[in-house]
């Protein structure tokens, strides 16, 4: 009875303070952070098996609503991420297969490549995403597991997310909230067999059925394949099981990465009383303000607006805009509304490089509030990665285009939702050094107008851009106004043909990586290849990808002509033999990357062998079986 | 007196008679399928609904149910390439559209067009050609879309009668319409429809209709009588019958296939064109075997 109440009465003292102390902290979360903590507190729940009150309910994702790439083409079901949706069609069965859902990278390669972003300071370590992929299921519950089919090389998984939106509710409420269920390192699987990955997943205080899974496919040894996604739970909320003993974590006790979330609601400080500072900071002010600077600037930005808060030298320090010459959102995307920017907006008139890729999901942020920070912060942008941002639109373009004139970087890879009209807006930025156009709607009035005025693009994406009828018109102005054009990608541009490929080689001597992945259009037979080969000779990246007319000659032409090569992709050609592959590993000894899967000529014997007598080289074969 | 009484009667049936005219039921296809490998001492074991080099599919969507053919052309053995890689690799793939949901009723030629597209997208390189037939029942409008290129096809039968039937697309003489890839060296030499040019036809059915669809290898060795009389012995229409008759009436087109001295349809268009040829043509048999019928879930 006693040892009862008195460990009731502990349980409860702990969370009263734990009331107190989010109550001073931050008011717009409500009590929602004590609720929260109250539940995890409690411990796992029991009653789940089946027979529980509202049994447990298996579910596979109805639909994909949004993701960051793919491999396979637009309106194909091929290598696609709405192949998620629906019961799995290949697990248990391992292997490289059409039905399953496939990222548009792997591994490193594309970071070493020229057309790489320089990565952000002060990203925070936690923060390892690369893609993600969206899936509505078709009944909200409260979680109790989440089960990822991986069928191919898997590991990738390192977060997952769950929403209290239901995506398919007429009247959407307007405070929608991100939790995370599950968050990890990105790994490698012993081996690329299918398995099934269900980690722990916290409980949830809200019934979902949107979820959202981010990978990192860093490690991994070849593209990684999902067949589908289970969401098990719930439909009643878990009981609180009062007689279990507490597990607090001691991890509870100080303040996690929830805080995150009070980036928006930022109040600044009451001021200090500077003799009770003198005496206890160790001289911390007699340090020069650069050093100062030094020290705060490796910080991430929710540890350096709280910094702000704790003293007014530190709020000077914090707030002072050489602090925010880059400044990266992404990984803060669920927490970001136009509330936050608009409090971040004093600081950033220095703003050079701004990474809001990710953002605005689901109204925080919108059209309007974007374009009033760049307005006052975007004078002096250089580079601006805003993929997957929905929340652009027409009239977001044309700001962008008069309040950055100087900008060199635009990234609006998979804005799918963006209107053709709105990239006329992008010409205006003849300074654009970097453009990319991935998964867009961009048409080619619009895009032959870009290249028009933006001479000086060295590295220009037009991935999956399917609204472009004509790639040999595009190619020959490529020739004529981008000669400074050092990587290109192509990938999936059905109508280019050897014409515009040749002109594109006459044109652009400079080019440095070349991505025709999937251009069928492209024949061998025409001598495009080799012609393209002795054009080229700064060639470091040439991808093939299945076009099956890549034969020896082109191999050959690419060993003699192209000593730098250092990544080449050739998958399923039938025509490649052994010898000329082996002859273009002696010829380029920079080489590091070989994609030779799908080539029937090259079996895995053949690999080993290679492999063996260059062990600097991946060559990489993949299987069906 | 009597005149009103026969009066009321005319009315009444007049009125049933029209109220029996919308039918409101949604219908569906029970189908059974069977069929013979020319070759039966291959003893390769396929995944279902694969026999020799032709492959066929049953698929059923919200709104409709879709059957399919695919005769795949012996011919790419002579270079190496398996033919029922293609067509079991189409037929899946239609398959996988129809369950999915990719496709309009009405509109069969582009379940093949999707389809053929789809093939190009593998990362495997898949060579061979095949012909193809898709038939789709539009389970409310009670309408029959069917698209088909090359020489297989169906037939409707009603009452005893083939009231609607498949023409057979050929190039010339046992060269039939047929989708196919190519290896690149051989792209201008090997012979590639469109799957636009596949024939499409809609019409109306009624409940007890027959439809039997089927690869060349069951038209070429049965004649149209032969296959009615088979039909006839159709009593009733749940799936162990429909199996039965599909499988009676493959049985017997193998049968004659391998006869020498039975004057098959296939022999008979050869002298026809010239050619004097007598005995069955031996070749892949597959019978897809459907009867309209009310839907049930």
């Given at each position: ?20 102390r ?8 409500g ?10 507190s ?53 292997g ?21 972003r ?42 997952i997310?769950a ?18 269920l599950?968050?990890?390192?990105p790994s ?20 979902t059925?949107l ?67 003198n ?18 600037s ?15 030298l ?20 669920a ?45 002096g ?6 993929s997957?941002c ?32 709105a ?37 220009l ?27 290109l ?25 070349l ?28 991808f ?22 250092q ?12 010898s ?46 | 007196?009597?005149s ?68 795949g ?29 990719r ?80 290896p ?9 429809d ?68 039975y ?18 043509k031996p ?15």
């Amino acid at each position: 009875m006693f040892p009862m109440l008195t460990l009731l009465s502990m349980f409860y003292y702990i969370c009263l303070r734990r009331r107190c102390r989010s109550g001073s902290r931050s008011e717009a979360l409500g009590s929602r952070r004590a609720v929260e903590l109250a539940q995890r507190s409690s411990g796992p729940v029991g009653g789940i098996g089946g027979s529980g009150s509202g049994g447990e309910l298996e579910q596979y994702a109805k639909e994909v609503l949004d993701f960051s790439s793919h491999y396979g083409s637009e309106n194909s079901m091929s290598y696609t991420m709405w192949n998620l949706a629906g019961a799995p069609n290949v697990y248990p069965s391992s292997g490289d297969f059409t039905q399953t859902a496939v990222f548009r990278t792997y591994g490193h390669w594309w970071e070493q490549c020229p057309s790489a972003r320089a990565p952000y300071r002060r990203t925070p370590r936690s923060f390892h995403s690369t893609d993600f992929l969206e899936l509505a299921f078709e009944e909200p519950v409260y979680p109790t597991a989440v089960e990822v089919l991986e069928t191919y090389h898997p590991g990738a998984v390192v977060q997952i997310l769950a929403c209290s939106l239901n995506p398919f509710t007429q009247n959407p409420p307007t405070d929608v909230r991100w939790e995370v269920l599950w968050s990890g390192e990105p790994s490698k699987a012993p081996t690329p067999h299918s398995r099934q990955f269900s980690p722990t997943i916290r409980h949830l205080s809200f019934p979902t059925n949107l979820l959202r899974v981010e990978v990192n496919s860093g490690l991994l040894e070849y593209y990684t394949e999902l067949d589908a996604i289970i969401l098990r739970g719930v439909r009643e909320r878990p009981m609180l099981a009062l007689y279990k003993m507490p597990l607090i974590d001691m991890n509870d006790l100080s303040d996690g990465e929830d805080d995150a979330v009070a980036i928006g609601n930022q109040r600044f400080p009451p001021a200090g009383d500077d003799k009770h500072n003198n005496t206890g900071n160790g001289y911390f002010d007699k340090l020069p303000y650069e050093l100062i600077q030094l020290i705060v600037s490796h910080l991430t930005l929710p540890d350096l607006c709280r910094l702000a808060q704790s003293c007014k030298l530190l709020q000077q320090h914090c707030c002072d805009p050489l602090q925010y010459q880059q400044l990266s959102l992404q990984p803060y995307w669920a927490a970001l509304t136009d509330a936050s920017l608009a409090h971040l907006q004093p600081r950033c008139a220095l703003l050079q490089r701004l990474n809001a890729s990710w953002t605005g999901n689901r109204g925080a942020v919108t059209s309007n509030g974007f374009c009033s920070f760049l307005k006052v912060c975007g004078a002096g942008l250089v580079s601006l990665e805003l993929s997957c941002c929905h929340f652009l639109c027409e009239a977001s373009m044309e700001v962008i285009a008069q309040t950055c004139p100087g900008l060199q970087e635009l990234n609006l890879a998979s804005c799918d939702r963006l209107q053709p009209q709105a990239f006329s807006h992008v010409s205006k930025l003849t300074s654009l050094r970097r453009l990319v156009l991935y998964r867009t709607k961009v048409e080619q009035t619009a895009l032959l107008s870009i290249l028009t005025f933006c001479t000086e693009l060295q590295h220009l994406n037009l991935g999956s851009c399917v609204r472009i009828q004509d790639y040999d018109v595009v190619a020959s102005m490529l020739a004529v106004r981008c000669r400074r054009l050092r990587s290109l990608d192509l990938w999936r541009c059905g109508s280019l043909t050897e014409r515009g490929l040749g002109e594109l080689a006459l044109g652009c001597g400079r080019l440095e990586e070349l991505d025709l992945g999937w251009c069928s259009t492209l024949q061998s037979s025409s001598g495009c290849f080799q012609h393209l080969a002795r054009c080229l000779p700064r060639l470091r990246k040439l991808f093939l990808t299945a076009n099956r007319s890549v034969c020896d000659q082109d191999l050959d032409q690419m060993a003699a002509c192209c000593p730098k090569l250092q990544h080449v992709d050739i998958l399923g050609t039938r025509m490649v033999s052994p010898s000329s592959l082996k002859k273009l590993l002696q010829s380029c000894p920079e080489l590091k990357l070989v994609d030779v899967s799908f080539c029937s000529q090259i079996d895995t014997r053949v690999v080993q062998e290679l492999t063996s007598l260059f062990p600097n080289v991946a060559i990489k074969k993949s299987f069906t079986q | 007196m009597f005149s009103v009484i026969s009066y009321g009667r005319l009315v009444a049936r007049a009125v049933i008679g029209g109220l029996s005219q919308t039918d409101s039921r949604d219908y569906s296809l029970v189908t059974a399928s069977f069929g013979f490998g020319k070759d039966f001492r291959k003893g390769i074991l396929k995944k279902g609904m694969c026999y020799g080099d032709d492959a066929c599919f049953i698929a059923r969507h919200k709104s409709a149910d879709v059957l399919g053919v695919a005769d795949g052309v012996g011919g790419w053995r002579d270079y190496g390439v398996d033919p029922s890689q293609f067509s079991g690799t189409l037929m899946r793939t239609c398959e996988r559209l129809v369950k999915e949901g990719r496709f309009i009723p009405s509109n069969p030629v582009g379940i093949l067009t999707t389809s053929y597209y789809e093939l190009l997208q593998n990362k495997a390189p898949l060579l061979g050609s095949s012909t193809a037939c898709i038939v789709v029942l539009d389970r409310q409008s009670h309408r029959l879309h069917t698209a088909n290129l090359g020489d297989s096809g169906f037939l409707v039968v009603r009452g005893g009668e083939v009231v609607h039937r498949s023409d057979e697309q050929q190039h010339y003489f046992n060269t039939p319409f047929q989708l196919s890839i190519a290896p690149p060296e051989a792209a201008g030499a090997v012979l590639s429809d469109s799957p636009d040019a596949a024939d499409s036809s809609s019409f109306d059915v009624q409940i007890g209709d027959i439809i039997l669809t089927a690869t060349d290898g069951l038209f070429d060795n049965m004649p149209d009588y032969m296959i009615l009389q088979e039909l006839k012995k159709l009593k009733n229409t749940n799936y162990e019958s429909i199996q039965q008759t599909a499988k009676s009436i493959a049985e017997q087109a193998h049968v004659l296939a391998y006869d020498p001295n039975y004057m098959s349809p296939f022999a008979q268009f050869a002298c026809d064109n010239g050619l004097n040829v007598r005995g069955g043509k031996p070749d892949d048999i597959t019978v897809l075997l459907s009867i309209v019928a009310e839907y049930t879930d």
